[in-house]
């Protein structure tokens, strides 16, 4: 007997027959004798549509509190279903709402942070038997306002129960059947990975890939809950586990991502002498802006170009803080482009075999694609290219390592 922890996304509860779908795949555990706790999400598109309402009410700025009272409803609805379709099965089961399931977080509404889970209320509904269902993606901060966790939050609170409670198993069941070394539905020769570690997850999901929530990987990794990626579809398959330690593969390298929100920025004709550079990133961070890849040209003529990147929402915001700075560091001109795409190869180990980068970039000369800047860590190498060449390089790249 074990304590389960199984998150559906909103695809996998989207109408009435999917729901009961999931419905089947909790009771088969639930009937094995295991105590079963569920998170889901909003069904289907239930959120967007939330969002779409609210702006038709107040298109600019409605308050962050509200929108947070708004869209917790998606979950309340797909929890009560879910509950009921369960009730049907004859199995005992309760819906709760993650007030209700001890979700304490701080107060920054609609990206809002777990600080705790008092697990009383889950515990003592699992000592009775019953399934229960949990909303995902949303808490209560101190002052009892309902918060949400950002998009995507609810893979956080399915790690975060599975952490407070020593689940033996975290299950993130999805519309796609395990973690891929590049998009399947992009590159036909991807494959499906047995297993993989939290850093490479990590560096895949902040890139892009968007089978798992980062956050969800960063608190998996912190709490050193495994997880396992299923398909509700295919619920029998095996899918990928994310865990700490992968014995060393063959393939050196676990999967290429592709990153089409990102803007690169540049600034033209700086003066070449010290603490520019840390004048403009220490605004930018200032503005909880954050800068990926960054590149400096050689000096000439005293002066100088600094290019970087960051996501294209925080395009605007980040020209700005640049803009304000024109008259302290007295630059040319500042310009931007959007139509730029980040490639990334991933990978651990990747730092003790010289050549990786060389390969990639091969990969990329062949298919006569340019690259406008470059960056490299432990794990990765990413490259920024024009956005139209993207799924090409993607494809060109993973054929040079994975098969
Ligand atoms: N329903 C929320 C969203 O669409 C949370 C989630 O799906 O994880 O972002
Ligand atoms: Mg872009």
């Given at each position: 007997m074990?304590?389960?922890v199984?998150?559906?996304?909103g695809?996998?509860?989207a ?7 999931v419905?089947?795949l ?8 295991n ?5 889901v999400s909003a069904?289907g ?5 939330l969002i779409?309402?609210a702006?038709?009410i107040?298109p600019k700025n409605?308050s962050?509190?509200?929108?947070d009272?708004?869209l ?5 609805i797909s ?6 379709a ?6 005992p089961?309760?819906?709760l709402l993650?007030?209700?399931a001890g979700?304490?977080t701080d107060?920054?509404?609609t990206?809002?942070?777990i600080?705790n889970?008092n697990?009383?209320?889950?515990k003592s509904e699992i000592?009775k038997?019953?399934?229960?269902i949990?909303?995902g993606?949303?808490?209560?901060n101190?002052y009892?306002?309902?918060?949400t966790?950002g998009?995507g939050?609810s893979?956080?609170?399915a790690v ?7 689940a033996?198993?975290?299950q993130?069941?999805?519309d796609?059947?395990g973690?891929?070394t590049?998009?399947p539905r992009k590159v036909s020769?991807a494959?499906k ?6 850093d490479?997850?990590l ?6 890939a ?9 608190m998996a ?11 509700s579809?295919e619920?029998?398959k ?7 330690i992968?014995k ?9 991502a592709?990153d089409?929100?990102?803007a690169?920025?540049?600034i ?5 002498k010290?603490?520019i550079?840390?004048?403009i ?8 802006i ?10 000439r ?7 970087f ?7 605007e915001?980040?020209?700005a803080?640049i ?6 560091l007295a630059?040319r001109?500042?310009?931007?482009d959007?139509?730029v ?8 180990g990747?730092e ?8 990639m970039?091969e990969?990329?000369s062949d ?5 406008r800047m470059i960056?490299?860590s432990?794990?990765k ?7 139209k060449f993207a799924?090409?390089?993607v ?9």
């Open positions: 074990a304590l389960i199984k998150k559906f996304g695809s996998s509860v109408d009435a027959k999917k729901v009961f779908n419905a089947n909790i009771v088969e555990d639930y009937k094995k004798g105590d079963v706790i569920v998170v069904q598109d239930t959120t967007d549509d779409a309402k702006k038709e107040n409605p962050k509190r509200e929108m009272m708004l917790s409803a998606g979950e309340q929890i009560s279903l879910l509950a009921m369960i009730e049907t099965m004859g199995c089961v309760i819906s993650g007030w209700q979700f304490n107060s920054h509404h990206i809002a942070r600080k889970i697990g009383e209320r889950l000592e038997k019953k399934i229960v949990v909303a993606f949303q808490g209560l101190k009892d306002d309902v918060t966790l998009r939050g893979d956080t609170s975060a129960i599975a952490a407070a409670l020593k033996d198993l975290c993130i069941y999805t796609v059947d973690v891929y590049a998009d020769t494959q990975m047995d297993e993989i570690c939290y490479e997850m560096e895949l999901a902040t890139l892009g968007q089978v798992l929530n980062n956050r969800s990987v960063e990794k912190k709490y050193n809950v495994e997880l396992e990626v299923r398909s579809l619920p029998h095996s899918g990928t586990i994310v865990k700490e992968v060393m593969e063959k393939t050196l390298i676990k999967g290429v592709k089409n929100n990102v690169s920025i540049s033209v004709e700086l003066q070449d010290p603490g550079a840390f004048k990133f220490n605004k930018l961070a200032q503005a909880k954050n800068v990926d890849i960054i590149l400096q040209s050689i000096g003529n005293n002066t100088k170009d600094i290019t990147t960051v996501s294209q929402d925080n395009r915001a980040a020209v803080v803009e304000n700075l024109k008259d302290s630059f001109e500042v310009t931007f959007e139509n795409s980040k490639v990334s190869i991933v990978g651990a990747m003790s075999n010289p050549g990786v980068a060389a390969k970039f990969a990329l298919a006569g694609i340019n690259i960056s490299t432990e794990i190498v990413s490259v920024l290219i024009d956005e799924d090409a390089a494809i060109a790249v993973h054929d040079k390592f994975v098969n």
